[in-house]
């Protein structure tokens, strides 16, 4: 299980930090994701990271603002944001999955473990 947490509201430029913890399974050695939803929209990638922590992937449009580490016993994933933009307002969710690391993990479709989503509201 997956548990997200961290959202809030927060002013155009602020910072976050969102964190995933997992329980009940131990997901030190999985891949693991932040996607998010916004209002009307698909869900989308945001960034993902290999279970030592060495690799890194992002959405083009959070590069540079948005970085995903994990914690240091790594069943706990961590993405900071910062600077953020209005169109950053999403829900937020973390994903795990035991596959290899890949081009299929920066879709959805890639993962098999999902938490429930974490709200981050950015205002003007």
């Known amino acids: 299980q997956l548990q997200a947490s961290g959202g809030g509201l927060v002013q155009a430029g602020g910072s976050l930090r969102l964190s995933c913890t997992a329980s009940g399974r131990t997901f030190g050695r999985y891949v693991m994701g932040w996607f998010r939803q916004a209002p009307g929209k698909e869900r989308e990638f945001v960034a993902a990271?290999?279970?030592?922590?060495?690799?890194?992937d992002y959405a083009d449009s959070v590069k540079g603002r948005f970085t995903i580490f994990r914690g240091n016993a790594k069943n706990t994933v961590y993405l900071q944001v910062n600077s953020l933009k209005r169109e950053d307002t999403a829900v937020y969710y973390c994903t795990a999955d035991s596959g290899p690391y890949g081009r299929s993990k920066f879709s959805a479709v890639g993962y098999e473990y999902w938490g429930q989503g974490t709200l981050v509201t950015v205002s003007s």
């Open positions: 990271i290999n279970w030592s922590g060495d690799i890194t």
